[in-house]
């Protein structure tokens, strides 16, 4: 079992540097099946998901060089199969962008299912499923694995998505690129992650616009070639960091960040009485006073992120009064509200709403991480809390920060790792 332990109570004070985005990585990596040459990506985060995602590449035959601790030449010129039903597929959800990959490069696909939810509700994929039929795809599932496959090309259409979901504007976005003529996406989703992946494919020869709007025209071409590409920095980390600090009290200085798509989140940093200063790819983020209630709604972007959602809850259990935080994205992503009342927080969560009370300063204890950002709201708890906090299933957290514990003790925390026997190696639900 692997802990962190945690002395809470220390000022944050210094600069830390924010790694490559998790889940832009976790898109362009797999994107990179359809180049035809060597991809040199940059800016590639060390975290197990994307070790994971790099490691399914090369048993379907992609060569991986590492040029750097961040930089990897990928060149899946070499892959022959539109086969990926690896074990460790269902442990990421991301693995599902080799659908969209697979059926534009092969025209078919057999991929294994992600793994199960593990926010408390379903994560449904029917978006996903109508954008490749609506293509000209057939899709089944049996045994756990997507058959998916198209007798001639895929066919460029106008789908409209029900809901605005990330994954699957991606996946649409990614068999649409080397499809036959032009594939509109309306009620696209937004995120920069979203504008990354377009970038990096547009910068390997495709042709795709209007990312970041809500409709976004994918005009089909012939092939992909090889070419540079720098990913960029990681909105949460940076909100993550940015949350610690105001639990803590001090000033950091956040670095490697675009100021533009933490507004969301330094926004509400504000109305808690944090001050965030915006520099050019830097802010600085400083605690002086008591924090502030405020109400949260976590939405699409540019909304307040859902996967910020249990990070800021962690911060209004010390404000100066009653919150209420609605995630309109993830209705049920609250498993992290027990383990907090073991802390002192005081949640009452109801449907998709939580009422909390503040109460000015946790208390160190016990708890356990149940998926990537519970387990990082945890940690601000533990290093905001008065006493010590162990914190058990870091293999979670682990999966989308890349060097937590270093990066918060170069700016003061006294957090550490402590390994003992019998870790499982990872956890086998998906979190991403
Ligand atoms: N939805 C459907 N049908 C679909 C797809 C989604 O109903 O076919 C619904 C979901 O149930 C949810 C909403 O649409 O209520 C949004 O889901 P979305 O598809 O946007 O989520 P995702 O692609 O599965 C990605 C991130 C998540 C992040 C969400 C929302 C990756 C690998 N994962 O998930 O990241 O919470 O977008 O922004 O990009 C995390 O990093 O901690 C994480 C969970």
Known sequence: MTKYIINGGKPLKGEVVVSGAKNAAVAIIPAALMVNGVCRIENIPQISDVTM???ILEQMGAEIHTVNRHTMDIDCTGVKTSEATFDMMRRIRASYYLVGALLG??????VAMPGGCNFGGVRPIDQHEKGFKAMGSTWDVKNGIIFAETPGHLEGVSIYLDVVSVGATINIMLAATLAEGRTIIENAAKEP????????????GADIRGAGTNVIKIKGVGSLTGGFYSIIPDQIEAGTFMAAVAGTGGEVTIKNVIPKHLECISGKLREMGVEVEDLEDAVIVRRKHQLLKTNVKAMPYPGFPTDMQPQISTLLCMADGTSVVTDDVWPDRYKYVDELAKMGGQIQVSGRTAIIEGVGQLTGSPVKAGDLRAGAALVIAGLSASGTTEIEGVSYIERGYENLVEKLQSIGADITTVVLPDDPEMPERDIG
């Open 53 to 55: 995602l790099l490691k």
């Open 193 to 204: 992650h979203i504008v990354d992946l377009a970038n990096f494919l547009n910068s390997m």
């Open 105 to 110: 490069r092969f025209g078919r696909a057999k």
